[in-house]
């Protein structure tokens, strides 16, 4: 569980679910999504300032079938606002195949150059392939019809992993669209081994779990080889829409 240290404002609207202990990113998901009942759903990670008036800036824009996410800024932790000086970050794109530090898989990449070329307000609400997966925003309907809970098993996804993958390629494959919406954002503080040491923390928070390998290896498998069922696309189709992609040039489905 998680202990505030301070109580939040009281509002009604308002409730704070804490867990007996520690069952992975994607069961905390599952469970606000069994306790949502409104119109839409979002979430966010809590190291992030989100930018005023967004709730309003989302709800106005989001098409029933948009998967959207806020642009996304560097958070300055010491003084608790977005960092204007470190890149803006719109864009990401899944890498082919690939071995890393985290297994072998198709990983979630910042997309720089595209940020860099489609900068124009014409391009204040735009495509993007896969997002990072600090903060997402939809219409509850529509994700629970289209995705629903997510799958934590040990054997698929595990429980911390393709968060980004599962729900972006159901949406894109699936009939959805993944926009990424620059009149409004959100400030999220990257994490590193550095900044555990900072403020004292176990160097085990780090720690990958100990599936991730098997579970990015399972999910490349499942989506390069289109064994998600319902699918509308293929994967090749999602690829070919958005070439040229880094890394992807040359590769062969």
């Known amino acids: 569980g ?7 404002k009281t509002d009604t609207r308002l409730r704070v679910i804490s867990l007996s202990e520690h069952q992975g990113m994607r069961a905390a998901i599952n469970i606000g999504l069994a306790e949502a009942k409104g119109k839409y759903i979002m979430k966010i990670d809590e190291h992030c300032v989100i930018g005023k008036g967004y709730d309003k800036i989302m709800t106005e824009n989001c098409a029933e079938n948009w998967l959207m996410i806020p642009r996304r800024y560097s958070l300055d932790e010491e003084n608790w606002k977005r960092n204007e000086s470190r890149p803006i970050q719109d864009y990401h794109y899944l890498s082919s195949p690939q071995k890393s530090s ?6 979630v990449v910042e997309w720089p150059r595209k940020t860099k070329e489609r900068f124009e307000s014409k391009y204040d609400i735009d495509d993007t392939m896969i997002f990072q997966g600090s903060c997402w925003f939809a219409n509850r309907k529509y994700f629970m019809e ?3 809970f997510l799958d934590d098993r040990i054997e698929t996804y595990g429980s911390f992993t393709g968060e ?3 729900i972006g390629l159901k949406y894109w494959l699936g009939g959805g669209e993944v926009k990424v919406i620059k009149t409004t954002w959100y400030a999220h503080l990257k994490k590193t081994k550095k900044y ?5 923390w176990s160097n085990k928070l780090f720690k990958k779990d100990e599936h991730t390998s ?7 498998k499942h ?3 289109n064994e998600e069922p319902n699918m509308i696309h293929s994967f090749s189709w999602l690829i070919e829409k958005f070439q040229p992609i880094p890394t992807w040039e040359t590769y062969k489905i």
Request: glycine share 12%; hydrophobic share 30%.
């Open 223 to 225: 989506w390069m080889n």
């Open 102 to 107: 985290y297994g072998y898989g198709i990983f």
């Open 214 to 220: 098997e579970n990015n290896a399972w999910l490349t």
């Open 146 to 148: 289209h995705v629903g």
């Open 196 to 200: 555990y040491k900072k403020i004292g």
């Open 164 to 166: 980004q993958h599962e």
């Open 2 to 8: 998680y202990c505030l240290e301070t109580p939040l």
